[in-house]
């Protein structure tokens, strides 16, 4: 598919394709294609595998499920491989900027005010495809309403903030959004479009019994990590020597010594700062659980039917650290190739 035009869709015929989808972070995966095969070499050209120039959809049962910018491409012995990466690989060389060049180093610097956090979110990324040449800048990307709340944010174009370090600071900060990138066709136009997902992402709700004779789960996998345990996070913003700002928090729960993290952040506000030491801390003041497992891609729940942020109810047996019976898990992420889809969870509720 063309990212100029974002319509121009070709079939091509892989070997093989891997990809996956993420919350608040990027996926990516790679397709190999035999040049040797005629079917195959007469669509698969030069201009069909540009790199940035077309992006990679896979799709299910006509609904999209993932879209990657070819980044790499690779010949060996008549076999291409492509690499190819999603949408939060363009917020990596993108900045929320007004200028775009010299002179926003000196530029008023970008404010907005009493906005939810979601929306903060969404007014960088709308920033971000805010340039010239428009069309060189500008995507198919559609985005929610701007929703009144209680938080300033102030970007400085000395900073050349990247829209991905920006997402990131409003994503760990204490109640930041979730964000997700839903790859959809536009079937009035025929045309490739994203919708932007941010804020408290809950959506969907599936189950699956690992215990049942007939079970689909395979693989299921536990990890119970405390390699990041923190109980006392020391945060420092702008300043330097007796002058730094610092914000702290602890939580010494269980019984474990103490466990200390400094973290330096770019932040002039004591407010904001206090709210990142406060998110960080929630985010490891114990150990993690992630627990995984393949499903068939030909399965009961079929891949275009996946969300990030949603619930999946598994009852699994046999873990030492998990007590047998039905619990929730936050869906954070999937992979797929041809025959499997494997999903990361979190555990819901500590």
Do not use: C
């Not at 608040?24 to 095969?37: E, M, P, T, V, Y």
């Not at 997402?167 to 997700?180: H, K, S």
């Not at 932040?267 to 030491?277: I, M, N, S």
């Amino acid at each position: 598919m063309s990212t100029s035009t974002w319509g121009d869709k070709i079939e091509l015929p892989a070997l093989s394709f891997t990809g996956g989808r993420r919350l608040n972070g990027g996926s990516q995966g790679h397709a190999k294609f035999n040049i040797k095969d005629p079917n195959t070499a007469e669509v698969l050209t030069k201009a069909a595998l540009m790199p940035w120039e077309r992006m990679l959809v896979a799709q299910w049962e006509g609904e999209a499920v993932y879209a990657g910018f070819i980044t790499n491409v690779r010949e060996v012995n008549g076999v291409i491989t492509v690499r190819h990466k999603d949408l939060w690989a363009l917020w990596e060389h993108r900045h929320v900027l007004t200028v775009r060049g010299d002179g926003d180093q000196s530029a008023p610097p970008i404010t907005w005010t009493n906005k939810t956090l979601a929306t903060h979110a969404n007014l960088v990324v709308n920033r971000g495809m805010t340039g010239s040449p428009a069309a060189r800048y500008d995507l198919p990307l559609i985005m929610n309403a701007d929703v009144v709340g209680p938080y300033t944010q102030t970007w400085y174009g000395y900073k050349f903030t990247k829209v991905i370090d920006a997402l990131n600071e409003l994503m760990n900060t204490d109640g930041g959004p979730d964000v997700d990138f839903d790859p959809q066709w536009d079937n009035s136009t025929e045309t490739f479009r994203w919708v932007m997902r941010s804020g408290a992402l809950t959506q969907g709700e599936w189950e699956w019994d690992a215990t049942a004779p007939e079970t689909e789960v395979r693989d299921l996998d536990l990890e119970t990590d405390a390699e990041d345990l923190t109980n006392r996070m020391i945060g420092t913003g702008e300043g330097s020597e007796r002058s730094l700002l610092v914000r702290n928090n602890d939580s010494f729960t269980g019984s474990g010594p103490a466990l200390e993290r400094v973290e330096a952040y770019d932040e002039p506000d004591g407010t904001k700062l206090q709210a990142r030491v406060n998110a960080d801390l929630a985010a490891s003041d114990g150990y993690t659980q992630q627990i995984s497992f393949k499903i068939p891609a030909t399965g009961e729940v079929p891949i275009k039917d996946l969300l990030p942020g949603g619930t999946i109810n598994l009852q699994s047996t046999g873990l030492l650290f998990l007590d047998q019976g039905w619990h929730k898990w936050r869906l954070i992420g999937f992979t797929f190739d041809k025959n499997w889809t494997t999903m990361q969870m979190q555990q819901i509720g500590g």
